[in-house]
């Protein structure tokens, strides 16, 4: 391939038709009106930036927004099917490499576990993902997602965008999760998609609960690629000890995330420098670059029966 | 003709934003993805100047600032890719006396995405948001220019050659002996 764009022929195609000629003396006309495009073109970027830079107000680009996921976000959908195989080639190549593993020790079984190979299926995965969804919050409606789009490492951004949106009951501020533990929450959402800010991020904080100890802490992220956590707990004398788990405290009306969902292990504690207390590093269940089937919190639990306890009936139990 | 140019510029955008967000970063390598837009977006600059370069970079990012899951201040991918685009037309055209060189194109790929990310990354620090980090910057940057090179090589020359094609007549004419 390289060796082709070497050659005459294939250096034509980098000629753009040889307009070269025509202006490269660059009259000081053409010079003035370059100039004046960049110009424009920066002029309109900064008044973006301005216009988009105050959130809380309600930004004027919203509409914007909206109607680009209403034309990017089917384009998306129809795009990431072509996920499908890539899936299977990947699952293919890890279970190559388990393969090559085992061959040295047991070459005997290499004819079953090429079956084991040909039966990974892609549809038989998500099955299991949601199997295992339904068992991690049985309490909650739940609406099933899959993750279409992944923000990318060069813009810091630690989102994805789900095919699942209003139309699904789906709006801002719901807890997502999966099979493992919790993802992250809803920012965004549009007709038919939504854009989830996952724990990860820098711009997220999430109160975590010391299974252990019960005591109440803050997962941050810390917008590395494996979506590692940093945990502060509220209580600046107590220490969380490698190995402790962490869940979801919740938040009043379960909204931004619903309570008791798991989020990670601890797997370092060090003392702050020059201040009280610890952080922990935190490692998360979710890995964030394989998440694929997701589900959004979208009903509250089955409110669970409280009748009062009267001494009478305690009484007559007891005697 | 100006009108099919448009149309196919507009095309090549929206095929390179559907295809990043959603089946390349299935090909991340460390998280970092190809930067499609970016490529295209540098090779329309090479077939058609500075203008356009600024243009097409300019709606290229904004399509990448607004279209899920995109979720930090729109407008800035807009004004590095147009930056990007406009310094890769200016590459064009001072070396305009001869063909552009695969070398040429790669280290203006290698410059564009230079120049972008740190575009992004500068007015993210200077919108004080958390999210950007400038101690992993150097590594994404250079995770990212290699694999901008990489899907170069294989975008750069198709979207080249449908834009030589659809040069205006009276243009070519002029141009060809």
């Known amino acids: 391939m390289l060796k082709d764009l070497g050659s005459p022929t294939a250096r034509s195609a980098f000629r753009s038709a040889g307009e070269a000629p025509l202006r490269s003396a660059g009259s000081p006309g053409t010079v003035r009106r370059r100039r004046t495009v960049l110009v424009l073109v920066v002029l309109a970027c900064f008044t973006l930036i ?29 795009a990431s099917s072509a996920k499908q195989p890539v899936d299977n080639l990947r699952d293919r190549f890890a279970e190559m490499d388990r393969l090559k593993a085992e061959n040295e020790k047991l070459k005997r079984e290499n004819e079953k576990l090429h079956q084991d190979l040909n039966t990974t299926d892609y549809a038989r995965n998500r099955a299991a993902e949601l199997d295992r969804l339904l068992k991690l919050a049985p309490a909650y409606a739940m609406t099933p997602a899959r993750v279409i789009g992944i923000g990318s490492a060069q813009s810091f951004n630690h989102t994805v965008t789900i095919d699942a949106g209003t139309a699904d009951g789906v709006r801002a501020d719901m807890t997502v999760l999966n099979g493992d533990g919790l993802v992250g929450r809803v920012v965004r959402a549009t007709q038919a998609t939504a854009t989830v800010l996952l724990i990860g991020d820098r711009n997220s904080t999430v109160g975590g609960r010391l299974n252990a100890s019960m005591a109440l802490g803050f997962v941050s992220g810390r917008g590395e690629v494996g979506g590692t956590l940093d945990y502060k707990l509220v209580d600046l004398k107590a220490r969380p000890r490698v190995g402790d788990k962490i869940v979801t405290w919740g938040s009043s009306s379960n909204a931004p995330y619903v309570p008791g ?5 601890v797997t370092s504690v060090t003392a702050n420098q020059g201040a009280l207390g610890s952080t ?9 670059t394989r998440i694929d089937t997701v589900g959004v919190v979208t009903g509250p639990p089955a409110r669970t029966p409280r009748t009062q306890l009267k001494p009478s009936t305690t009484e007559g139990k007891g005697s | 003709m100006i009108a099919l140019r448009i149309g196919l510029a507009a095309l090549f955008l929206m095929v390179a934003v559907t ?11 460390a998280g970092v993805t190809c930067d499609l837009v970016l490529i295209v977006v ?3 600059a090479l077939s058609r100047g500075p203008e356009w370069g600024a243009i097409t970079g300019f709606t290229g990012g904004l399509l990448l600032d607004v279209v899920p899951p995109a979720d930090h201040t729109a407008g800035r991918w807009a004004l590095a890719l147009a930056i990007a685009g406009y310094v890769a037309g200016l590459i064009r055209r001072e070396t305009s006396a001869g063909p552009v060189g695969p070398l040429v194109v790669a280290a203006t790929v290698v410059l564009g995405a230079t120049l972008s990310l740190f575009i992004y990354s500068a007015t993210g620090s200077l919108l004080h948001d958390p999210s950007v980090d400038w101690g992993e910057f150097g590594v994404r940057l250079g995770i990212a220019a290699g694999y901008d090179v990489v899907g170069a090589i294989v975008v750069i020359p198709p979207v080249m050659w449908v834009m030589g094609r659809v040069v205006a007549a009276r243009e070519r004419r002029r141009v060809l002996p």
Do not use: C, H
């Open chain 2, 19 to 29: 295809v990043q967000t959603s089946v390349l970063s299935n090909f991340a390598v």
């Open chain 1, 261 to 265: 969902v798991p989020i990670g292990v």
């Open chain 2, 42 to 44: 540098i090779a329309l």
């Open chain 1, 50 to 78: 301005v216009l988009d830079a105050r959130r809380s107000a309600g930004s004027p680009v919203d509409p914007v927004r909206e109607a680009a996921a209403s034309v990017f976000g089917p384009l998306e959908s129809t």
């Open chain 1, 280 to 288: 922990a590093t935190v490692k998360p269940y979710v890995d964030p």
